[in-house]
């Protein structure tokens, strides 16, 4: 079992910064995939980013790919989203999740996610 808790996020101007972080609770963080979600009331959850167990394998939505970075500390147990150039289309609740994989493996699939944090809410105005 693995708990997850977002935080980071909240209200900022187009155009700036926030860096939103997911702890994760156990000792087998670093047997997980990780990746971050995002949805806005009325439409599915969407596939923002994910990275590998190691951190060595990186994935990106195209409508954030060179404003967003996902990275990893197994050591805390915490993953990150660097968010630059925020658009107010990036408004929505983000989401963490944890897929159980085999090396070097990341994927955008929902369904492969097996564990879920409750989100954080980010505002862009514009």
């Known amino acids: 079992q693995v708990q997850l808790v977002e ?65 990893r500390e197994n050591a805390k147990n915490t993953v990150y989203l660097q968010m630059n150039s925020l658009k107010p289309e990036d408004t929505a609740v983000y989401s963490c999740a944890a897929a159980q994989s085999r090396a070097d493996y990341v994927t955008e699939a929902i369904y492969e996610y097996d564990y879920w944090g409750q989100g954080t809410q980010v505002t862009v105005s514009s």
């Open 7 to 71: 935080s980071g996020g909240g209200l900022v101007q187009a155009g700036g910064s926030l860096r939103l972080s997911c702890a994760a609770s156990g000792r087998t963080f670093s047997s997980y995939a990780m990746g971050w979600f995002r949805q806005v009331p009325g439409k599915d959850r969407a596939f923002v980013a994910a990275i590998s167990r190691g951190g060595g394998n990186t994935y990106y939505a195209d409508s954030v790919k060179g404003r967003f970075t996902i990275s």
